[in-house]
Every structure is written in structure tokens, then in C-alpha cells.
């Protein structure tokens, strides 16, 4: 059982002892014309990214090895160049649109120190424009286009806290998107979960896998401890924090405050979130491999390009907003700036904290929730 060394890096907090908040009194309404403006603007895809010589299927595939559509290391791709061109070619030489499946897009992070919304934002349409932008590039090469399916992973929604409704609200939103912006011809948005009904014993099979690598922790099995320690600390920073008075989750989070500096109530706090955090490893681990012992994905789109943000050897890596975005779109809060004119991905209690700078509000006017869809910074 090997970890993935090519994951979506995490970025830390701010300093965490400082606690000086700033109100964002501010607030200016933008309509849906405003927002594809600005993706527009923002887009760095361009035409001029397709190699002139080559096959369709080796302009494909050079297209989606370029470095400002490419995320983790080249040579997943070059070295098994042939491989990934005959993918392609598959679905070429039928002159059939190329099929893509994603998985991501489970849910707004529940901790409220990275953001405190529940549906998708501009970092989430950001993501699905990009991914829009993929398919439109690959159809001027090759006329059949492509389709894009993202399974979203609200599946993994009970095990880390988050309501089954929260996570079928924020499903339902990136539809809400898809439709709204008019992705629909190349995205199509899905449920992992639906796998769950595609074999009759699927919750026996899950509880099983639940308890085997139960108990390989327990035996200390040394392939498994190295899989559970490789996920440790980014599930940490996932399970629910919600309810939580703000200033003593900051001290929980602080990797600069000892547990034998901070207090008992912090103390507290910590042990929750490893408890909780234990525990959901084995949830999360136990779901993929029952997903990929009953073949799921294969057998729904058998022979899929599998995009991921999460690349491997059999994985397209793609990075869902920009090559200079840090952040996935569910963990952070989208903002533009006005000096540089670019948009990036930062936790919302860092925002919060930052003096130097002036922020707006920026309220959709075709949001399904009453809180900020972006920020704008001066």
C-alpha cells in the first residue's frame, strides 16, 4: 500500500497567535455577466498552447502534458508516452467524443478557519471553467471533442462530519453551475455514492475492508502504518471543526503551541480532532478499495482518460484553477486581486488577518447562499 507523493500540497496557516480580526464592512453585488468577464480575463488557456505537427492524438496529449494544464511531474506522462497516446487513440480512431472522469469536489471543508460556506464558490466555478476550457482546447483539435464527468465524493461526507444534506446541497450546486454558466456540453456532474447501489452487498463488503485495515493498524503492519501515517495530517485538517469558538480552534491548530503549552480546553479540542481523525482514516481508505475491488469506474467508463488532482502513473494530473493557485477551491475562499489582477485561493481566517490590505465582499446575485461568493482585495 503505497501513498500518492504527488498530491495537491497543503499549505499551513498564517501565525496563529495572532488574533487581530478585521471587519470586512464592504460589500458590492456582481451578476453572472460580471463573473464570466472576469474568468475571461483570468483564463490562461490559449489556442497558441496546441503543437502545430503531430497526430491529433499526440496534439491531444501534448495539450494536456503542458505545463499551465499539467499538475505534478511531466514524466507521468512522457514516460509512458505510448501508453497514454494509444488511450487517446481509442476513442480517436471511432471519431467519438474523448471520454474524461475527474473525482473531487466532495464538500465545503468544514473548518471554519479555511472557509464558512457550505455551497460552491468562484473558486469552484473557477475550477469548472477550467475544466470547460480543457475540452474547448481539445475540440479545436479534434472535432469530436471530449465529455468530462466528475464524480463528486460527498461519499466521504459522514466520515469527517459533514451532513449527507450539506454534501448533496453542494452536489446539486455544481450542477446548478454547470447549467448556469453552460458547461453542460462538456461537464457532466455525478455521485460517487451512486456506486453504492451497483452491487447488493456493497455496505458488507465496505465494513469488511473497515475492519481489515482496523486491524492491520493494530498489528502494526508496516505497509499499512506507512499508507495511514501518508494521510494523517491532511484528514486532520478536514474532519469538522464547526461550533468551535474561533480563537481556541486557532490555538488548536497552531503547530506552535505544544500541547503541554495550551490549555485544557485546547488540549481537548486537539484529542478530539486525532480521535476523529483516526477513525476516518480507515473510513476514507476502506471506501477507494472497495471502490476499485468492485470496479467501479471501469466498469462505468471503461475506457476513460482519468483526470485527478491527485496525479499517478494512470492519472492525468490537472490543475483545477491556475499554476500559481495553491489551494483547492473547497478548502479556501477565492480572491481577486485588484493590483495584480489575479485571482488566488487563501483561508479565510488569513484574509481576516491581514492589515495591509482592504476587502470587498463579493456577493452573487444569483447565489443560493447569503454569504460572500468571492473577495476582492486593494
Known amino acids: 500500500m503505497k501513498s500518492n507523493p504527488h498530491v495537491y500540497p497543503y499549505i499551513p496557516f498564517q501565525d496563529l497567535f495572532k488574533k487581530d480580526l478585521n471587519e470586512f464592512n464592504e460589500q458590492k453585488t456582481v451578476s453572472t455577466k460580471d463573473l464570466r468577464d472576469l474568468m475571461n480575463q483570468l483564463d490562461r488557456l490559449e489556442s497558441s498552447m496546441i503543437e502545430a505537427e503531430g497526430s491529433t492524438s499526440e ?17 507521468l506522462i512522457t514516460d509512458q508516452w505510448a501508453e497514454r497516446l494509444s488511450e487517446i487513440e481509442f476513442f480517436v480512431a471511432q471519431n467519438t467524443p474523448i471520454e474524461c472522469t475527474i473525482l473531487g469536489f ?51 461526507a459522514s466520515a469527517v ?46 465494513q469488511e475492508k473497515v475492519q481489515e485495515l482496523q486491524s492491520l493498524y493494530e498489528k502494526g503492519d508496516e505497509s499499512y502504518l506507512k ?11 478536514i474532519v469538522s471543526t464547526q461550533g468551535i469558538d474561533q480563537d481556541l480552534l486557532m490555538d488548536a491548530y497552531n503547530p506552535d503551541l505544544t500541547d503541554e503549552d495550551c490549555s485544557e480546553e485546547v488540549l481537548n479540542v486537539r484529542q478530539d480532532i486525532r480521535k476523529r481523525t483516526h477513525e476516518a482514516i480507515f473510513l476514507y481508505h476502506a471506501y477507494l478499495m472497495t471502490r476499485d475491488r468492485i470496479e467501479f469506474l471501469e466498469k462505468e467508463t471503461p475506457n476513460s482518460l482519468r483526470m485527478s488532482v491527485s496525479p499517478k502513473s494512470n492519472r492525468y494530473g490537472i490543475q483545477p484553477i491556475n499554476s500559481s493557485c495553491n489551494k483547492l477551491a473547497y478548502h479556501s475562499v477565492p480572491v481577486f486581486d485588484q493590483n495584480t489582477q489575479e485571482i488566488s485561493q487563501e483561508y479565510l481566517i488569513d484574509i481576516l488577518r491581514d492589515h495591509e490590505h482592504k476587502y470587498t465582499e463579493l456577493m452573487w446575485e444569483d447565489d443560493k447562499e447569503s454569504l460572500p461568493f468571492a473577495y476582492e482585495r486593494k
Open 59 to 75: 496534439k491531444i496529449l501534448s495539450l494536456l502534458a503542458h505545463d499551465e494544464i499539467r499538475f505534478g511531474p511531466k514524466e
Open 161 to 206: 462530519g459533514v451532513s449527507e444534506e450539506d454534501a448533496e446541497q453542494y452536489h446539486v450546486y455544481l450542477e446548478y453551475l454547470i447549467e448556469t454558466f453552460g458547461y453542460g456540453e462538456i461537464i457532466e456532474a455525478r455521485r460517487l455514492s451512486d456506486m453504492e447501489s451497483t452491487v447488493d452487498n456493497f455496505q458488507e463488503l465496505y
Open 227 to 237: 499508507k495511514y501515517q501518508g494521510t494523517y495530517d491532511a484528514v486532520a485538517k
Open 106 to 156: 466532495p464538500f465545503k471543508i468544514p473548518v471554519p478557519l479555511k472557509t464558512n460556506r457550505t455551497l460552491p464558490d468562484f473558486g469552484e466555478l473557477l475550477s469548472l471553467h477550467r475544466l470547460y476550457r480543457v475540452g474547448q482546447l481539445i475540440q479545436e483539435i479534434y472535432e469530436p471533442g471530449c465529455k468530462i464527468v466528475i464524480y463528486s465524493e460527498g461519499a466521504f
